[in-house]
């Protein structure tokens, strides 16, 4: 079992790295592809996604146990926490914005094609995985 970890924590990034270039591959695709121009607003749940994924990459899970110990005072557990609880709600904002997209460019015959609001939720969806493999790999020990 330690092997595993120890090539987990060799592989992940790579398969982090590729997921990452994977969503926004679609997402440009997708841009690159469209008739019409795309709109910032499709941009935003992507780039948000990209932010959210970077915030909880600065945790480590190491400080989310019990044995926390910090500078700044006994009660400084929960700002972790907080830090980590922002940043999970803003990536399923990002991911129910770019749903919400998906649905308006469904709907609408002037805007972009279905793509653009498919490749926006694969975008999505491929950061935040990447961002919880990348996670998952870079704080073991």
Not at 47 to 75: H, P, Q, R, T
Request: with cysteine.
């Amino acid at each position: 079992m330690e092997n595993l970890a120890m090539l987990w924590g060799v592989i992940g990034p790579g398969v982090a790295g590729a997921l990452f270039g994977a969503g926004w591959w679609f997402w440009v695709d997708a841009v690159v592809c469209s008739a019409v121009q795309v709109s910032f607003i499709h941009y935003l749940p992507g780039i948000f996604a990209s932010l959210a994924a970077l915030m909880f990459n600065c945790v480590n899970k190491e400080d989310i146990g019990n044995d926390y110990y910090s500078s700044y005072g006994d009660d400084s557990e929960w700002r972790v926490k907080l830090w980590l609880f922002v940043a999970y709600v803003v990536s399923f904002v990002c991911l129910a914005g770019s749903v919400g997209l998906l649905v308006q460019d469904a709907l609408t015959d002037k805007g972009p094609s279905v793509w653009t609001g498919v490749a926006g939720v694969l975008q999505c969806v491929f950061v935040l995985i990447s961002g919880l493999t990348y996670w998952t790999c870079h704080s073991e020990e």
